[in-house]
């Protein structure tokens, strides 16, 4: 999984990227059923790799981009941007050797779709509505912003 | 063979979250740096979920679900604001998008 994700950021070929991102989705979402996290391991492979990653190929072949050609790098800046991340990740690394070890996996039930939607409609109600106004506001925004572009 | 624990899960989740992070700073195409944006939200809903799971709650599992939602509808957006910018300057490099600058 995270070679895929490196290949997403190594490939000069936003397709090819596109795909690594998929694959790399998708193992993820097998991670998360090791969690025993059923439903968000399927609400990550429908939502992510269906309609987002179908969203993104969309969009990277509508605009038809091409590989990149080789620019001059920066080395400076590359180096620069390569430092700064090995510092944070060891900045994180720090912060998470210092959780104490729990005592083993607590005896967990697996999470069914039962349990988490009574807590979802049951504490979580309001985020839940709030949730349903920002897809609205997202769906306004996009139908607006590419309406405006033909009229113009 | 040690057991997996919840400091496995994390490592895991940082290092996926410095994989986008540097995409994000090197990468000079817009959709991409929008992938490594993706990447590092799911290294931080793995986070929640490991979280959730090794503290028996239930709570980290409806926040994913929520960042979820929200990032289905970032990504629309984002995507329609980058196909608007296409069609005005028929690009999608950050180094095109220099019209705000000062």
Redesign the interface.
């Known amino acids: ?2 070679f895929c ?2 290949m ?2 190594i490939n000069r070929n ?1 397709v090819a ?2 795909l690594c ?1 998929v694959v ?2 998708i193992m ?1 979402a097998g ?2 059923t ?4 059923l ?2 391991a399927v ?2 492979v429908l ?2 790799a269906g ?2 990653m179908v ?2 190929l969309f ?2 072949m ?2 038809d ?1 091409k590989t ?1 050609i080789r ?1 001059r790098l920066n080395f400076l800046a ?1 180096a620069a ?2 430092v ?2 090995i510092g ?2 060891y900045k ?2 720090q912060g ?2 210092s ?1 104490p ?2 005592r ?5 039930a697996t ?1 069914d779709v039962k ?2 939607g009574t ?2 409609f049951r504490n ?1 109600l309001l ?1 839940f509505e709030i ?1 349903s106004l ?2 609205l ?3 306004i ?2 139908v607006h ?2 309406k ?2 033909e009229t113009l | 063979m040690s057991v997996i624990g919840l400091h496995h899960y994390l490592i895991v989740s940082a290092l996926l979250f410095c994989i986008g992070l540097g995409g994000v700073m090197i990468r000079r195409n817009v959709l991409i740096i929008y992938m490594c944006l993706e990447i590092m939200l799911n290294a931080g809903s793995l986070a929640l979920v490991a979280f959730s799971h090794f503290n028996g709650a239930i709570n980290g599992q409806i926040l994913v679900f929520f960042v979820i939602t929200v990032a289905a509808a970032e990504v629309a957006l984002g995507l329609a604001i980058i196909v608007a910018y296409y069609r005005l300057k028929q690009s999608t490099h950050v180094d095109d998008m220099t019209s705000m600058k000062f």
């Open positions: 999984m995270l994700a490196l997403v950021v936003p990227s596109a991102l790399s989705l993820l991670l998360f090791t969690l025993n996290a439903f968000i609400v990550q939502v992510y309609a987002v969203l993104f969009i990277v509508l605009l981009i990149e620019r590359v941007c390569f700064a991340v944070i990740f994180m690394y998470i050797a959780i070890v729990s083993g996996p607590v005896p967990h999470v349990l988490l807590e979802l979580y985020p949730t920002i897809l506001v997202a769906l925004g996009v912003l590419c405006k572009e």
